[in-house]
């Protein structure tokens, strides 16, 4: 049965919430060091929830404080000079942060200008910690470009012509970006601290529990029943998944390890499964309410409540994984694939005692997000403290100390993990930030652009695409989106555009490099659970997923389609309108019934249901 191939869909196995090992074997497990970690880091954030306003050069570099030893000290290095290094850079790096949190009164009052040897020292220290971090936490990209971009801001005065600054004093400009909010610890940084970390460890909360089986029967039981049952599957569980987890590579693994196995074993090519589940876990980063984190990013750079963002992005995201539905059904009628029998079916029975692991805590999320006025940290601490009690419960039901206790260190630590994996992003992404700010880059790389499209916006929209699938190959989202939008949205918004569209623009864009060639994280992690060569999965990925790429171009052909909160009706239309086009587009990619006039017709019907007469 296909719910009973992996451990996230075993209703016996500890990720389950089952028969779950007892708290001695899951600290052997896990190790001491890293649940005590992972519990400062659950601790101090949900402290911050109910414990009102503090010192932002307190909370923040206390945020990073317990990052890094997940970085430096947790994490596998390439041999003893890296782990030693690190060792060095990490506590240097822990003691100039204490630093701050110990001095931050007299600091706050030298308005960010540095003063002695062992200020600058501390600023060195930890911008090049914050760069190694990021190094070791993702990948080289991101700290490259934070380190020109530093190069620019302190040696910019010498470049010649439109893209020279005026001169920094050395002091002023470290000071800016370490003893302000100018950089490391810019509100970007703030929205790490205090509004992302407590979604993530409510997702890891609820990820530790039985929510993996809830949403994985759910899924089988309502798209099972469909042809390319299985594949249909891997969808919807995707998208549930992309619920508690806007992490798309996180999205892979997880649901690909029942998924990709369970499609290849009832025939699908081994390229087409793991395309699938690649698609498919891509929507997760554009599934409210987390999206990766990227909406609580947007709401602070768009200075709108979180909630707006998210309901700017419901619908966006349904067309999302309505596309690749409709791709897996063109291929269902290509390829004759079948519906999955009874057998496989996990039946209403399991669905019912499961769904509720994944569906209490987001109902109560829900509730106060849109009917009550507590802040969204707020609302997920409660959301927190209900799913903690849930997992004294297993997916039948019964009540066990030892595995309540063992599931929530396992979302202890899984929280500590990940909060610092997005601390890593967002504090070196604040750096390239706060150095835009201070040097006004950002003002002539916009006048370049607007120079560049000819004051065309569906021109400058193609050239922002394709930068954002640039940045995004070799960054995280998150990042790929907060450096392109930095440099391309302020064009798109004095070329008409608003700036929640020019946002959400960026965003998807951003998101797409997963499953795009030739850089495409999602496609080589399922490529390797299919265990097949990654090239053809990268091309189905292509061919399935081609009409997602036409989506941000049809919000902003259609705009009400973002207006679902104030403009339910016409947003509704405009989907329903944008939908069909990119299901004809879909079908010209694919086409099933392979006549010689049906991929131009039904390519040219698409484009004009799209974007003439746009609502």
């Not at 390829?335 to 079916?345: A, I, K, N, Q, V």
């Amino acid at each position: 049965m296909i719910h009973r191939d992996s451990p996230l869909d075993d209703p016996t196995g500890p990720a389950a919430g089952g028969v779950a090992p007892s708290p001695r074997e899951t600290i052997r497990a896990i190790g001491a060091v890293p649940l005590l970690f992972g519990t400062a880091t659950v601790a101090f954030h949900l402290y911050l929830v109910f414990a009102g306003l503090l010192p932002h050069l307190v909370t923040r570099p206390i945020h990073l404080m317990l990052a890094v030893p997940w970085v430096f000290f947790l994490r596998e290095t390439d041999g003893p000079l890296a782990r030693w290094s690190g060792y060095l850079l990490a506590g240097l790096g822990l003691a100039s942060c204490a630093y701050l949190v110990v001095s931050h009164k007299p600091l706050a009052e030298q308005y960010g200008s540095l003063e002695g040897g062992l200020q600058m020292a501390v600023a060195v220290i930890l911008i090049v910690t914050v760069l190694e971090m990021a190094r070791r936490a993702i990948k080289a990209v991101l700290p490259a470009v934070a380190t020109v971009v530093l190069l620019y801001g302190a040696f910019g005065h010498l470049v010649p012509g439109h893209f020279g600054h005026g001169e920094l004093p050395v002091s002023y400009f470290l000071g800016t970006l370490v003893i302000t909010e100018g950089g490391l610890w810019s509100s970007l940084t703030g929205v790490s601290v205090n509004v992302i970390a407590p979604f993530i460890i409510l997702g890891a909360f609820i990820s530790a529990g039985a929510a993996g089986t809830g949403f994985m029967s759910l899924a089988q039981q309502v798209a099972g029943r469909f042809r390319a049952g299985a594949a249909k599957v891997a969808v919807l569980s995707s998208a549930m998944y992309g619920t508690i987890s806007g992490v798309a590579a996180a999205n892979t693994a997880s649901t690909g390890m029942v998924t990709i196995p369970a499609m290849k074993r009832l025939g699908y090519p081994p390229s087409l499964a793991a395309a699938v589940e690649a698609v498919a876990s891509t929507g997760g980063q554009i599934m409210p309410p987390l999206m990766g984190a990227t909406v609580f990013v947007m709401a602070e750079l768009l200075h709108r409540p979180y909630i707006e963002i998210m309901g700017a992005a419901t619908l966006p995201a349904a067309l999302f994984f309505l596309t690749a539905w409709w791709g897996v059904h063109q291929f269902a009628i290509r390829l004759d694939l079948r519906p999955l029998g009874s057998t496989d079916m996990p039946g209403w029975g399991i669905v019912a005692r499961t769904v509720p692991f994944f569906l209490v805590p987001f109902a109560i999320l829900i509730f106060f997000l849109a009917f009550t006025k507590f802040t969204p940290p707020y609302a997920a601490a409660v959301a927190i403290v209900t799913t903690v009690l849930m997992l004294a419960a297993d997916p039948n039901g019964r009540i066990s100390l030892s595995g309540w206790l063992s599931r929530i260190l396992t979302g202890v630590a899984d929280a500590g993990r990940q909060v610092a994996n997005i601390a890593a992003i967002i504090v070196c992404a604040s750096l390239i930030v706060g150095v835009f700010n201070m040097t006004g880059v950002g003002v002539k790389i916009t006048s370049l652009i607007l120079s560049a499209s000819g004051g065309d916006l569906w021109l400058a929209l193609l050239l922002t695409g394709l930068a954002s699938l640039v940045l995004g190959m070799e960054l995280p989202t998150t990042a790929a989106y907060i450096i392109a939008v930095a440099v391309a949205g302020p064009a798109l918004v004095e070329l008409g555009l608003p700036e929640l569209y020019a946002h959400m623009f960026v965003f998807w864009y951003a998101l797409l490099c997963t499953i795009t060639p030739p850089v495409c994280g999602n496609v080589f992690i399922a490529a390797g659970i299919a265990k097949t060569p990654w090239i053809p999965v990268s091309l189905r990925s292509m061919q399935l997923g081609i009409g997602l790429f036409i989506v941000p171009l049809g919000f902003v052909a259609n705009p009400s389609l973002l207006n679902l909160g104030t403009e339910p009706l016409l947003s509704v239309l405009a989907a329903l309108k944008v939908g069909a086009g990119v299901w004809l587009i879909s079908f010209a990619a694919i086409d099933p019934f392979r006549r010689w006039w049906s991929r131009p017709l039904a390519l040219a019907l698409g484009a004009a249901v799209i974007f003439i007469g746009g609502f």
